[in-house]
């Protein structure tokens, strides 16, 4: 569908117009003139005179047949049957055109049918592909969360960038309460996502617990621009937070986050760096996470989606232009 329909149409030639115009004002002159003769000559029928046909002069003879009603009754005639004719032809042409255009007209219903379903099926697809692909990264970052060893406090998430936005690939944590994705989407210029993206590396281990709500919000505030209203309605309120970008081919193409609501989480066995150096052991396997997933993104697909459906409206209009010309 990517292939746009071409459709040439030839230019008339003046004559060729001409021709045309005359064609069909010669339908509409019969059917008035033909009945205006005949009731005219008509009218003089009973009135003519034709003693004069007698006379064998040539002038004579063509002024007799000129005013002859008789002459003017069977031309006004052939004039009338002529306008029959030609009308029923012009109908018989218009209505074979009209049922052609008809016809076509089923013929492109059906296919923007079968274009439609075609994209359920496609939607669908990408819907069960969509749901594979985060299983697969949930049950990565799961490996990550029971092999650094975190608890119901903590939860791992990877995030993906597309048009300087952040969007949540999938998050695990043991606690069903946190593992829950309630936002699918970030700004690029803000929290924890931001400063990894940026700096490739961010260890949060100052914050106040959120039990001291005017403290935790003056930091999220100062640190990482975020109003009180937008702290209140976070979901986890985290203290302790590790952002690691991921490189592909030397650029970074997501983040991913460690967070705990427990000030001691980077702290000892299950410091920074040790979760740093799991981050890079493994910073492969999440780049091609990040690939595969961000080629599903459900955005992405509306896209793709509305463009097909604009080449769609392309194709249809020019075909029925083509008709009209």
């Given amino acids: 569908m990517g292939v746009p329909l071409k459709v040439e149409v030839c230019e008339k030639g003046p004559f060729e117009r001409a021709g045309k115009l005359i064609d069909g004002a010669s339908l509409k002159i019969s059917n008035f003139l033909g009945p205006a003769v005949v009731g005219c000559a008509a009218g003089f029928i009973s009135a003519y005179d034709s003693s004069t046909a007698k006379n064998i002069d040539v002038s004579t003879w063509l002024s007799w047949i000129f005013t002859n009603p008789w ?16 009308t029923d032809r012009f109908e018989k042409k218009q209505q074979a055109v009209i049922d052609e255009l008809r016809e076509d007209q089923r013929a492109l219903v059906s296919t923007r049918r079968r274009l439609d379903l075609a994209y359920e ?14 299983e697969l990264v949930k049950a990565a970052l799961q490996s990550s969360f029971t092999g650094l060893g975190m608890d ?3 939860r791992v998430s990877i995030y993906y960038e597309l048009d300087d936005e952040f969007y949540l690939l999938s998050r695990y944590s043991s606690n069903p309460e946190l593992s829950k994705p309630h936002r699918q989407k970030f700004p690029i210029d803000q929290g924890v996502i931001s400063k990894a993206w940026q700096h490739h590396i961010h260890c949060e281990h100052e914050c106040p617990h959120s ?3 005017d403290k935790y919000e003056a930091h999220m505030k100062a640190k990482y621009g975020y109003e009180a209203e937008t702290v209140r309605a976070f979901t986890m309120k985290s203290c302790r937070y590790l952002g690691f970008s991921i490189m592909d081919a030397g650029s970074p193409v997501g983040v991913i986050i460690f967070e705990s609501t427990n000030v001691d989480f980077l702290q000892g066995e299950l410091g920074a760096e040790h979760i740093m150096l799991h981050c890079v052991k493994y910073e ?4 091609k996470h990040i690939r595969s997933g961000s080629g599903l993104n459900r955005e992405l697909s509306a896209k793709a989606g509305r463009m097909g459906d604009s080449i769609d409206e392309d194709i249809l209009a020019q075909i029925r232009g083509a008709q009209r010309g």
């Fill in 71 to 86: 002459i003017w009754l069977l031309a006004g005639l052939a004039i009338s049957v002529f306008g029959i004719w030609g």
């Fill in 121 to 134: 099926k496609i939607e669908a697809q990408g819907s069960r592909l969509r749901e594979m692909q985060s």
């Fill in 152 to 154: 119901s406090n903590g």
């Fill in 211 to 213: 039990d001291d709500e």
């Fill in 284 to 287: 492969s396997l999440y780049s």
